[in-house]
C-alpha cells in the first residue's frame, strides 16, 4: 500500500523546511559579525605578552589613546 508519508516524501519535506532556517541563521550570523567588526569590537584583541606593559601603563597613568580620544 502507498503511503504518502514515505520516506523519500519525509526526507523532501524535511529538507525544504531545515535548510532555509539553517542558511537563514548563517546569513545572520555572518551580518552580526560583520556588523561587530565595523563597530571597532575586531580590534580589542587582547595579548597575554602586553599584560605586563598594560598594567604597568595603567598603574602609571600613562596609558594615553593613540586615537587621541
Known amino acids: 500500500m502507498y503511503s504518502p508519508t514515505?520516506?523519500?516524501?519525509?526526507?523532501?519535506f524535511v529538507y525544504a523546511l531545515v535548510c532555509p532556517l539553517v542558511h537563514t541563521s548563517v546569513?545572520?550570523?555572518?551580518?552580526?559579525?560583520?556588523?561587530?567588526?565595523?563597530?571597532?569590537t575586531a580590534n580589542t584583541t587582547f595579548y597575554y605578552w602586553d599584560?605586563?606593559?598594560i598594567r604597568s601603563q595603567y598603574e602609571t597613568g600613562t596609558n594615553k589613546d593613540p586615537r587621541g580620544e
Open 6 to 12: 514515505s520516506l523519500l516524501v519525509l526526507y523532501t
Open 27 to 40: 546569513f545572520l550570523h555572518t551580518m552580526a559579525f560583520r556588523l561587530l567588526a565595523l563597530l571597532g
Open 51 to 53: 599584560y605586563n606593559t
